[in-house]
Nanobody, 124 residues
Framework: QVQLIESGGGLVQPGGSLRLSCACS????????MGWFRQAPGKDREFVAA????????RYADSVKGRFTISRDNAKNTVYLQMSSLKPEDTAVYYC?????????????????WGKGTLVNVSS
């Protein structure tokens, strides 16, 4: 049973930075494409970023490109999302996802496994 546990969310001022982490257990981490999605209040869940199994290919939503960076450490079974220049519209619950396929499919169809989410609140 694959478990994904997110951490690192919180309250941050506009223009600030946060780093989210997602620890994976119960599966072979390096066999999954990993990604981040988010869901703002009253909105559907949307894709944020994805990384290939080796982390050499990354994909981003246009809304976060140039501000967010996804990375993974296969030795630590952990994926990260470094967020900078945060805006109030980045406020959402952020979910980690794992896909037994490639990052393109993860982006299009979502994960096979999901974390429970961590709240990011960008507010002054």
């Amino acid at each position: 049973q694959v478990q994904l546990i997110e951490s690192g969310g919180g309250l941050v001022q506009p223009g600030g930075s946060l780093r989210l982490s997602c620890a994976c257990s119960g599966g072979t981490f390096s066999s999954y494409a990993m990604g981040w999605f988010r869901q703002a209040p009253g909105k559907d869940r949307e894709f944020v970023a994805a990384a290939s199994k080796r982390g050499d290919i990354t994909r981003y939503a246009d809304s976060v490109k140039g501000r967010f960076t996804i990375s993974r450490d296969n030795a630590k079974n952990t994926v990260y999302l470094q967020m900078s220049s945060l805006k109030p519209e980045d406020t959402a619950v952020y979910y980690c996802a794992a896909k037994e396929s490639d990052s393109t499919v993860l982006r299009r169809l979502g994960g096979d496994f999901w974390g429970k989410g961590t709240l990011v609140n960008v507010s002054s």
